[in-house]
């Protein structure tokens, strides 16, 4: 059930025919394309971000991502294509936040205005009533400090109001940029339960982050994009797999001699800590769990772990988009003075 507003939306409603029934809006878009410019922004980017999901769009710097998000709103225009929002474009609908709700930016806010303030601006504009301000402040954490200026926030503090603007008129998607930044990890660890509950009321949330970590555990699925295009659309689950393939991870005090044993019966060995000290970890690929442990036992060679080898979702993403970086810098050690 999504959050319940003290007012009755039905003015609205005849159009904005998907509101009825509480059946959430997707976000669809096809065939985006922009140039800004001897600069081509989108080329053909096309996605939809279901209800009841969290979406990660991710992708390089300068990959189209915030371009989408503002052909979205309307707030640039695409040379071709088409993005709506439960069908119809984020402009024409009479009453958008109710919508689509989005957090762009969240310095985008008047300073001198107190929290309370802001948010009532916004509400007026969308005949939201004064009680539902209140309510979002409580739920985004915000009500101790309603009527402190919004310029002296900090950027997490102002990250919750931008969120808190979002959710004013209980819209039934939600696009959020980089909602994680500034956040602490009490804040983080928020953020992340937050937009999971939001997805479970049946919301469509597409969420654009770098921070691979979060997303792990936040999102469903993942839109990742480089050079204006879809790179992958895919289950994160169906991601990590896929990069994790059929290898197994081992553990052994012995690994140049556990590395040997494996290459001779026919599988493919990586040693990414070769200089280390101690146990290290073997990355093993063309034999099955089983058949490790048979061999290393029947070598009598020791080891303390073996496992499905699992990448993460960061590593997942960088080999995805290791084409698509725009802007390389040196790597750390290759830096002259």
């Known amino acids: 059930m999504l959050w319940a507003l003290p007012y009755n939306q039905s003015d609205g409603k005849d159009q904005n025919e998907q509101q009825d029934g509480n059946v959430a809006a997707t976000i669809d878009v096809a065939s985006l394309r922009k140039r800004f410019g001897a600069t081509r922004a989108l080329d053909g980017m096309t996605f939809t971000v279901q209800p009841g999901q969290v979406t990660g769009f991710v992708g390089p710097n300068g990959a189209g991502k915030s371009t989408t998000m ?25 009453y958008p936040m109710r919508v689509l709700g989005s957090l762009l930016d969240a310095s985008a806010l008047q300073p001198g205005r107190s929290a309370r303030n802001h948010l009532l601006w916004l509400a007026h504009s969308q005949g939201v009533p004064a009680s539902r301000v209140d309510e979002v402040l409580e739920h985004a954490g915000l009500a101790d400090v309603a009527r402190r200026k919004a310029g002296g926030f900090s950027l997490g503090m102002r990250q919750r109001l931008g969120l808190a603007a979002a959710m004013l008129g209980d819209p039934e998607a939600l696009m959020l940029d980089e909602p994680f930044n500034g956040l602490d990890p009490e804040g983080i660890a928020w953020m992340r339960g937050y937009l999971r509950a939001l997805a479970r ?19 469903d699925h993942l839109v990742i994009v480089g050079r204006g295009k879809v790179v992958a659309d895919t289950s994160v689950a169906d991601l990590l797999a896929t990069a994790s393939g ?24 990586t040693w990414p800590d070769q ?10 690929a063309g034999l099955t769990a089983e058949q490790v442990v048979a061999l290393l036992t029947a070598s009598a060679l020791p080891f303390t772990e073996i496992s499905a080898h699992r990448v993460t979702l960061e590593q997942a993403y960088l080999d995805l988009t290791r084409e698509q970086v725009e802007f390389r810098a040196e790597p750390a050690g290759e830096v002259t003075a």
């Not at 200089?275 to 093993?284: E, F, I, N, R």
């Open 70 to 94: 503002r052909v979205i709103l309307g707030l640039d225009k695409a040379d071709d294509g088409r993005a709506l929002v439960g069908g119809r474009p984020y402009p024409s609908l009479p």
């Open 201 to 219: 009321q049946g919301r469509a949330v597409l969420v654009s982050s770098h921070l691979m970590s979060e997303l792990q555990d936040a999102a």
């Open 246 to 269: 059929d290898r197994v991870f081992v553990r052994t005090a012995r690994p140049a001699d556990a590395a040997a044993n494996l290459e001779r019966a026919g599988a493919a060995v």
């Open 275 to 284: 200089d280390a000290a101690g146990p290290s970890g073997l990355t093993v």
